[in-house]
């Protein structure tokens, strides 16, 4: 079954500082990645995503995602975290064109002024 | 920019009655999705959607729930009779179904609050 794990439930950076959160999935072909941020009580955003193609992937806000198929993983990254960043953060999953997206439980990013 | 909306935005109701959110996709897609968001967990897969009829669905979406298409435009999801542990934002999502470039557009989502 697809799965996705977000190893790391609580993060904190000083504003500045650069970024890295985690997450690793588990599926038998390579699915289609998403990153969503989340603010309090707010929608989700789509951040970025990977269908096929070139690994490293940009997306808004300065961010950036890694796909390493050897480490079924797919790293949301970001040079120098602002005070707006603070949110929380969901890897997603699809398997196929047109199918349900399975999330992670999310990673809650606080940034230390 | 085209967008799917959803309404109301916050809904208190009581345990046991029925609700029915209401979710406009974009105009020219043709999957329509449920998705649910207990406070402080992560986003959960509900139900698919796709030329009328149910294409899949969790566990979650037992008897007490059903989808509508009840006309070209909005796409509802009603909860029969409503407990407490259905307290959670609800999103829907459209896809357009075309292209290779696959992506799901979310709503703002509507807030139920089971007392």
């Known amino acids: 079954a697809q799965s996705v794990t977000q190893p790391d439930i609580h993060i904190t950076v000083s504003e500045g500082a650069s970024l890295e959160l985690r997450c690793n999935y588990s599926y038998g072909a390579t699915p289609y990645l998403f990153w969503y941020v989340q603010s309090p009580g707010q929608g989700l955003q789509l951040l970025l995503k990977?269908?096929?193609?070139?690994?490293l992937v940009q997306g808004i806000k300065g961010f950036e995602a890694e796909f390493k198929r050897s480490q079924s993983s797919f790293n949301l990254r970001k040079p120098s975290v602002h005070w707006s960043d603070a949110a929380e953060y969901f890897c997603?999953?699809?398997?196929?064109?047109?199918?349900?997206?399975?999330f992670g439980s999310g990673t809650r990013l606080s940034i230390r002024p | 920019e085209p967008e799917v909306t959803q309404t109301p935005s916050h809904q208190v109701t009581q345990m046991g009655q029925e609700v029915i959110l209401r979710c406009v996709p974009i105009s020219n897609h043709l999957y329509f999705y449920w998705y649910r968001q207990i406070l402080g967990q992560k986003v959960e897969f509900l139900v698919s959607f796709y030329n009328n009829e149910i294409s899949e669905k969790s566990e979650i979406f037992d008897d007490q729930f059903s989808v509508e298409r009840p006309d070209g435009s909005n796409f509802t999801l009603k909860i029969r009779s409503t407990k407490l542990e259905d307290s959670a934002m609800y999103f829907c999502a459209s896809f357009r179904g075309q292209g290779i470039a696959n992506e799901q557009f979310f709503g703002p989502g509507t807030r139920l609050t089971v007392l």
């Open positions: 997603a999953v699809e398997g196929s064109s047109a199918s349900k997206i399975i």
């Open positions: 990977y269908f096929s193609g070139d690994t």
